[in-house]
């Protein structure tokens, strides 16, 4: 009876280790993908191809990180049978790590416009607007990591709300852009390259929205 | 001993009984996105202004589905243990499920362009392109879900490869239509709207590539 229950908490130990790995890892992961948005948008108005290289090359490396994350959770599924809120937890892992995947695909799509700007010169406008919206979804991207880490569900709703606030000033500037192009239409092409990096933006906007909306799901959700 | 014996096939039975329920909502749900790209073309391309409301109105509906039948998911890995293959057929539905939400998020987003098409005046230039990658998109949509239906892991490789034409032709229409505009600057708010539906076409191709690429591991994964 003693062995018995030695070796239920052995396994029940082992579970929690494999639980605290996966989070952690999805966690690693997290923190990499805002390093590459974060990365992108600097080698976009520094007109720094070398970052940009980095970054287009970083995101092979999330594209693994993903596999073997999901993997983890498909191994931790298929050998426990994990309590429904383990099991919650695994399956929002498995859905949020696809959200952090095309976060890094659109970092890396934000990288390639980066080396075309510099390839085929600078847009004349649009660089403040890349900055700020940048600056306003990798900070969405980094508090719904740190909502999912601390099951803070509150900051959660605040990341989704956010991300109408992102919206607004994505149309805005886009506007803008468009009645630039207007006036200056040799600049299209250009002013285009900068109007695809916002609009990757505005999709890691959705991302983390998404990420945030698992986490409010993991919290509050009650539907076993 | 006899009895035991019935009430395990009675629970198999049930369990088979559940997976086929919620492969068939799968498949419901992907001839729905379907429909809605379809008419969000025909809405786009015929300026149909009750067509594109409908389609928007559609989204509604198939968000709904997308969280019925994820929770029927979680209700099953909850309540049973399932071998490996079921296993990965339905960690496999939750996530297509996502791509058909997202494929239908595009459509919705095309019948807003037809509606902003129909009060800013129709572009000069893009509708032959608009059909074509429609066409394209669908028929990839269509036989990625075919592919999941009958676990057909060749018919979704060609879906896979089939994107990077998707993708090229985008491209193309892509650098004519800003050639266009550079000619006729007045012309640009009208064109970025076919450009934007054109843009969400060709991520439905990605969504349909992600459903295939399910359907690929699917069938030949072996890491369990």
Not at 24 to 47: D, H, P, W, Y
Not at 67 to 74: A, S
Not at 85 to 105: M, P
Request: proline share 1%.
């Amino acid at each position: 009876m003693m062995q018995k229950e030695t070796l239920g908490q052995h396994i029940s130990q082992q579970f929690t280790a494999e639980m605290d790995e996966l989070r952690s890892r999805f966690l690693g992961m997290g923190g990499l993908v805002e390093k590459q948005v974060n990365e992108a948008v600097t080698a976009l108005i520094e007109a720094d191809t070398a970052l940009a290289q980095l970054v287009r090359e970083a995101d092979k490396h999330t594209n693994r990180m993903e596999t073997t994350i999901d993997e983890e959770c498909v191994r931790i599924l298929a050998r426990r049978q994990p309590a429904a809120s383990d099991l919650r937890l695994i399956i929002s892992i498995s859905k949020a790590v696809i959200d952090l995947e095309r976060i890094g695909d659109e970092a890396s799509k934000i990288a390639k416009r980066a080396i075309q700007l510099t390839e085929e010169g600078e847009s004349p406008k649009g660089y403040v607007e890349v900055r700020h919206i940048g600056d306003q979804v990798r900070k969405m991207v980094q508090e719904a990591l740190d909502a999912f880490a601390r099951f803070d569900s509150a900051q959660a709703r605040e990341v989704v709300a956010y991300d109408k606030t992102v919206d607004r000033e994505y149309k805005t500037a886009l506007r803008e852009l468009i009645t630039y192009m207007m006036e200056d239409p040799r600049s299209i092409s250009r002013v285009l390259n900068v109007i695809w990096a916002l609009r990757s933006l505005e999709r890691i906007g959705d991302h983390a929205r998404n990420i945030a909306r698992l986490v409010i799901y993991l919290v509050e959700g009650d539907k076993l």
